[in-house]
């Protein structure tokens, strides 16, 4: 399997998938810093500085291409200028080359604030360019605590697969998930939105049917993990029926 991989930084998901056994057949970094680590951890990969420049045609196709596109304009600790932003909206750029190559699989990281941007509408415009491109899609939001590392890291995962609809299967399948689910700190109270209000942790998309699946959940508030903690709600909308459920769009 080849991986191609936009906003690089030092490789974190290149290195995960390299001990998956796949191939890093390119990468894209701006900060010069990073590419030297890159450069030093992954020397056969072909390395590409400004995404914004990148000709598709020069890429070599891949079966994955990931990324975690800029963050700072969604992040709840910044201005919130969501996509709009000269950051963040470096979004499309992963889109444009996703659609130029169309591999067979997408893999996509951000921040939480990405639901809440906008009111939700920024994760729309995700959602949908990317389904429009043809990719059936899950999303899912971890935190690093339950996953072997002693901090609370947010983040929501995007999958995405070329026209099958699969990808619930690999961010919801419970036994392909780590058991040790003890907190690493106290535990807090978790309050998740029925499916009117809409928690936005995790869902999935299927462009063919133009069919979109909101899950919400009401967790048990102990420190277990979302995925298999709680109740799990689930409700299907026609996408051209779809104007956002409450104030956030999943």
Same mark, same amino acid.
């Given at each position: 399997?080849?991986? =191609?991989?936009?906003?690089?930084? !030092?490789? =974190?998901?290149?290195?995960?998938?390299?001990?998956? @056994?796949?191939?890093?057949?390119?990468?894209? $970094?701006?900060?010069?810093?990073?590419?030297?680590? %890159?450069?030093?951890?992954?020397?056969?990969?072909?390395?590409?500085?400004?995404?914004?420049?990148?000709?598709? $045609?020069?890429?070599? &196709?891949?079966?994955? %291409?990931?990324? =975690?596109?800029?963050?700072?304009?969604?992040?709840?600790?910044?201005?919130?200028?969501?996509?709009?932003? @000269?950051? /963040?909206?470096?979004?499309?750029?992963?889109?444009?080359?996703?659609? *130029?190559?169309?591999?067979?699989?997408?893999?996509?990281?951000?921040?939480?604030?990405?639901?809440?941007? *906008? /009111?939700?509408?920024?994760? +729309?415009?995700?959602?949908?360019?990317?389904?429009? !491109? @043809?990719?059936?899609?899950?999303? &899912?939001?971890?935190?690093?605590?339950?996953?072997?590392?002693?901090?609370? &890291?947010?983040?929501?995962?995007?999958?995405?697969? %070329?026209?099958?609809?699969?990808?619930?299967?690999? %961010?919801?399948?419970?036994?392909?998930?780590?058991?040790?689910?003890?907190? /690493?700190?106290?535990?807090?109270?978790?309050?998740?939105?029925? !499916?009117? @209000?809409? /928690? =936005?942790?995790?869902?999935?998309?299927?462009?063919?049917?133009?069919?979109?699946?909101?899950?919400?959940? +009401?967790?048990?508030?102990?420190?277990?993990?979302?995925?298999?903690?709680?109740?799990?709600?689930?409700?299907?909308?026609?996408?051209?029926?779809?104007?956002?459920?409450?104030?956030?769009?999943?």
């Amino acid at each position: 399997m080849k991986v =191609g991989s936009v906003f690089s930084g !030092i490789g =974190g998901f290149d290195l995960a998938f390299e001990q998956a @056994g796949a191939e890093i057949a390119f990468q894209c $970094e701006i900060d010069k810093f990073c590419l030297k680590v %890159l450069a030093k951890h992954f020397p056969k990969a072909k390395r590409y500085t400004d995404v914004t420049k990148i000709e598709t $045609e020069d890429l070599e &196709r891949v079966d994955v %291409l990931c990324g =975690g596109f800029p963050c700072q304009d969604l992040s709840v600790a910044g201005k919130r200028a969501g996509l709009a932003g @000269g950051r /963040s909206s470096l979004f499309f750029e992963f889109a444009r080359i996703a659609d *130029a190559l169309k591999p067979q699989w997408l893999f996509i990281e951000n921040v939480p604030g990405l639901l809440s941007s *906008a /009111s939700g509408k920024d994760f +729309r415009i995700v959602i949908n360019t990317l389904a429009d !491109i @043809g990719y059936s899609l899950a999303w &899912r939001t971890l935190d690093s605590q339950y996953f072997g590392f002693p901090q609370r &890291r947010n983040r929501i995962f995007i999958v995405g697969h %070329l026209g099958a609809y699969c990808p619930p299967s690999v %961010l919801f399948e419970p036994e392909s998930l780590q058991r040790d689910i003890e907190a /690493s700190q106290e535990a807090r109270k978790d309050i998740a939105q029925t !499916i009117t @209000g809409g /928690s =936005g942790e995790r869902g999935w998309q299927d462009p063919v049917n133009t069919q979109m699946v909101t899950g919400t959940l +009401r967790s048990g508030g102990d420190g277990g993990l979302p995925s298999s903690r709680g109740e799990n709600i689930v409700q299907a909308l026609q996408a051209r029926d779809y104007k956002g459920v409450g104030n956030q769009y999943v």
